[in-house]
Nanobody, 122 residues
Framework: QVQLVESGGGLVQAGGSLRLSCVASGRTFSSYAMGWFRQAPGNEREFVAAISRSGTSTRSAGSVKGRFTISRDNAKNTVNLQMNSLKPEDTAVYYC???????????????WGQGTQVTVSS
């Protein structure tokens, strides 16, 4: 069982930056690939970025490539999402998730946090 708690969301102007963090409970954090997803009102949950268990491999959606960076610290049971050059279309609730493999598929992740709101004003 893994419990995930996100933080770091907020209101930012277009072009600004935010850093999201997700802290996991339990001793098996390094056993899970981790992902960030987002969901805007009226939209389906979509993949943002994912990182392998060791942190050596990452994937990101085309819409955030070059602007968002995912990282993890297994010693601190933490996964981060550094978001730069934010755009109004990045506005959404952001969720972190834990799964057995690095993938963009929502259904492949077993544990989810409650989400943190990110709002980007124009």
């Amino acid at each position: 069982q893994v419990q995930l708690v996100e933080s770091g969301g907020g209101l930012v102007q277009a072009g600004g930056s935010l850093r999201l963090s997700c802290v996991a409970s339990g001793r098996t954090f390094s056993s899970y690939a981790m992902g960030w997803f987002r969901q805007a009102p009226g939209n389906e949950r979509e993949f943002v970025a994912a990182i392998s268990r060791s942190g050596t491999s990452t994937r990101s959606a085309g819409s955030v490539k070059g602007r968002f960076t995912i990282s993890r610290d297994n010693a601190k049971n933490t996964v981060n999402l550094q978001m730069n050059s934010l755009k109004p279309e990045d506005t959404a609730v952001y969720y972190c998730a834990a799964g057995v493999m690095i993938t963009s598929a929502v259904s492949s992740y077993d544990y989810w946090g409650q989400g943190t709101q990110v709002t980007v004003s124009s």
